[in-house]
C-alpha cells in the first residue's frame, strides 16, 4: 500500500516544522510520496515565501534592482538547511533563478520555484528521489490542465522510484515554459500524485485537525468533521468553508481514493477522512454549516407570471447580458427572487434593472441588499425527519428573521437567507441546536 503525503505552506515554514514532517513521513513505510508546499508563515506577521518570489519578480520585470528580495528568500531556505543541518548549498540553483529572473522568466516560473527549492531540500533530508514537476505535470495549449497526458508520464516516472518528491503548484505548458496552478495548487499535485500511483490514501497534512463543523473564527471549539462526503464538502467549501483547492478533488475522487486531511501539529488527531460515500452514520445530524454575506435579492413580481412562457428567461437573460451569475432563485407563484452578488451586482444595478424592464415586462422590481446565505448541509438529513422544523425553531428562537429558504432537490443542502447582521448568531443556534444539545 502507497500513500501520498502532501504538506501545506505552515508545515513547512521552518527547520522546526520540517523536523514534523520528517517524523510523520518516516513514522509510515507507507508515506513514499510527498508534495510539498513552499515554506509558508512563521507567525501571524511572517509573509510566505510564494509572495515573496512574485514582489521579487516583479521588481526584476520592471528592471529595478532585486537583490536584497533575492537575499531574503534565499534566507528562508538557508535557515531550514541550517537548522536540519543538511549537507545541502543552494548556491547554484539561486544562481540560475536570478538569472532567469533578468531573462525575465515570468511570475508563474518565479513563483513555482518556491515549491522547487523546498523540494529540492525535502528529497535531501529525506533521501527520497527529487522529481521536477515541470518534466511529470503538464498543461496544454489553452492552458488547462493534461489529464491525461500528466498520468501517463508521471505514473511511469513513479513506478521507476521507491520513494519521491514532487514539488507542488507547478508545470510545464507544451513549449517547456513553467506554469502555475491557481493559489493553494500545491492541493491539486498532491491529488495527481496520488491518482498516478493510485495512493490507498490522500494525506492532505495542514495546521488544523480537518474540517470544522463550522467557521471556528464564529463558532469557538468547533467540532472537528470525522467523515465527510465529496458532495458535502463540495457544498460547503461553495459557500465558503476554505479546507482544501476544489480543483484537488477531481482526480481522486475520480480514482476512488479517499483524502485525509490531518494536523502537522497534532499528528495524533483522526483528522477528516473525505470519501465518496459511507455507510458510518454521521454523528450529528448536519455535517456542516458553512455561509457568505453580501448579497442582493432582486424580486420580481409580475401578474400571472406563471402561465408566461419564457418569462424567467427573459428575466434571467438580462443578468447573463451584464455578466451577472446568479446564486438561487427561489420562486413564488407570481414572483421570483434572484439573489447575487451585491460587489458584482451594484456597479451594473441600473443596466440590469432597465434591461429586466424591457425584456421581461413586470409589474414590480424590488431590490434587497446586505442579505447572507448560510447552507446546513449534511446525508443525514434526508433520513431525520424534522430537520428543517428544527433549523427554523432554532432561528425564531434566536429572533432571527429568514429571509429566504431553499432545499436542494437532493435533500443534502438547506439554504437560509438572512440579513448581513444576523449572520453570526443564525450559524450559532444552528449549531447548537444540532451539535450542542444533539437534537
Ligand atoms: N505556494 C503556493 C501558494 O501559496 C501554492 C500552495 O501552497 O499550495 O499559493
Redesign the pocket.
Known amino acids: 500500500m502507497v500513500k501520498v503525503v502532501k504538506f501545506?505552506?505552515s508545515s513547512l515554514a521552518s527547520a522546526e516544522q520540517f523536523a514534523k514532517v520528517g517524523q510523520i513521513i518516516r513514522s509510515d513505510k507507507e508515506r513514499k510520496f510527498v508534495v510539498p508546499?513552499?515554506p509558508?508563515k512563521r507567525n501571524a506577521k511572517d509573509t510566505?515565501?510564494?509572495?515573496m518570489l512574485y514582489a521579487c519578480y516583479e521588481l526584476a520585470e520592471n528592471e529595478q534592482d532585486f537583490r536584497i528580495q533575492m537575499m531574503k528568500i534565499k534566507d528562508r531556505y538557508d535557515s531550514i538547511i541550517n537548522g536540519l543541518q543538511l549537507k545541502l548549498s543552494l548556491e547554484e540553483e539561486f544562481k540560475q533563478i536570478t538569472a532567469n529572473f533578468k531573462e525575465k522568466a515570468g511570475a508563474d516560473y518565479a513563483?513555482s520555484r518556491?515549491?522547487y527549492l523546498n523540494g529540492i531540500i525535502m528529497a535531501n533530508y529525506l533521501g527520497y528521489t527529487f522529481i521536477d514537476s515541470a518534466e511529470v505535470i503538464f498543461f496544454d495549449e489553452e492552458g488547462n490542465f493534461d489529464a491525461e497526458k500528466t498520468d501517463k508520464v508521471l505514473s511511469a516516472r513513479l513506478a521507476e522510484c521507491e520513494n519521491a518528491v514532487v514539488p507542488?503548484?507547478y508545470g510545464s505548458n507544451p513549449d517547456g515554459t513553467v506554469r502555475?496552478?491557481?493559489?493553494?495548487?500545491?492541493?491539486i499535485?498532491g491529488s495527481i500524485v496520488s491518482k498516478a500511483v493510485h495512493a490507498s490514501v490522500y494525506e492532505n497534512w495542514t495546521d488544523v485537525s480537518g474540517c470544522l463543523v463550522a467557521d471556528p473564527r464564529i463558532i469557538k471549539d468547533a467540532k472537528p468533521i470525522k467523515v465527510i462526503t465529496y458532495r458535502e464538502l463540495r457544498e460547503l467549501s461553495y459557500m465558503g468553508a476554505s479546507v482544501l483547492?476544489e480543483d484537488a478533488i477531481f482526480p481522486v475522487r475520480k480514482a476512488g481514493i479517499p483524502i485525509n486531511i490531518k494536523n502537522t501539529n497534532a499528528p495524533e488527531d483522526e483528522g477528516t477522512l473525505i470519501v465518496e460515500s459511507t455507510c458510518q452514520k454521521p454523528e450529528f445530524t448536519i455535517t456542516g454549516i458553512a455561509g457568505k454575506k453580501g448579497f442582493v435579492a432582486v424580486n420580481i413580481d409580475k401578474d400571472m407570471m406563471n402561465a408566461e412562457v419564457g418569462f424567467c428567461r427573459k428575466a434571467l437573460q438580462a443578468f447573463e447580458d451584464n455578466g451577472i451569475s446568479i446564486e438561487h432563485m427561489p420562486s413564488g407563484i407570481d414572483t421570483m427572487t434572484v439573489f447575487v452578488h451585491q460587489a458584482e451586482f451594484e456597479g451594473k444595478e441600473q443596466q440590469v434593472i432597465g434591461e429586466l424592464r424591457r425584456l421581461a415586462r413586470p409589474d414590480v422590481i424590488e431590490l434587497e441588499a446586505d442579505l447572507a446565505l448560510i447552507a446546513v448541509v449534511g446525508r443525514g438529513m434526508r433520513s431525520n425527519r424534522g430537520t428543517a422544523g428544527r433549523i427554523f425553531s432554532a432561528l425564531a428562537h434566536a429572533n432571527i428573521n429568514v429571509r429566504m429558504i431553499d432545499q436542494g432537490s437532493s435533500e443534502l443542502n438547506i439554504i437560509i437567507g438572512v440579513s448581513n447582521n444576523d449572520f453570526d448568531a443564525a450559524i450559532q443556534a444552528i449549531y447548537d441546536i444540532f451539535v450542542e444539545t444533539r437534537l
Open positions: 501545506g505552506g508546499s513552499a509558508g510566505k515565501v510564494t509572495d513563483a518556491g515549491e507542488g503548484f502555475t496552478f491557481s493559489r493553494g495548487g500545491s492541493d499535485t483547492h
